[in-house]
């Protein structure tokens, strides 16, 4: 029978050992994490080329937001930049049309993507 100060002991090493370690490589971030139902129909036309980067990147959570950014490599998170970026007023010009109706799923993941790409920078 294991005492309980020394399983208490054990579990803090456990999960101590079970993060990454300083020179290994960044675990793999998920493919698709975004837990929106994009349907291209409700993407304006000139922007659902980037709904495959808002199923991805849209990640509501902040906290899920930030360990993905994390885990994600650099050069993924450079791609997504550069792939918005020429698109970022036509993305926050159908955001503001909602006005002060509620963003449909489809909006959210794509404010969510731009909020990532904003976070990025910080």
């Known amino acids: 029978m294991i005492r309980m100060p020394v399983f208490i002991a054990l579990t803090v090493i456990l999960i101590g050992c079970a993060g990454e370690r300083p020179g290994e490589a960044r675990q793999e971030a998920p493919a698709q994490t ?13 922007l659902r080329h980037l709904i495959p980067l808002a199923e991805r990147w849209g990640i509501g959570d902040d906290v899920d937001r930030f360990e993905f950014i994390e885990r994600t490599a650099a050069a993924d998170r450079q791609a997504l930049v550069k792939a918005i970026a020429p698109h970022q007023e036509a993305i926050t010009a159908w955001l503001d049309s909602f006005g002060t109706r509620p963003l449909t ?7 969510y993507m731009q909020l990532a790409v904003e976070e990025m920078s910080e």
């Open 105 to 111: 799923d489809e909006a959210a993941a794509f404010m």
């Open 34 to 46: 975004s837990t929106y139902k994009i349907q291209a129909a409700d993407v304006p036309p000139n």
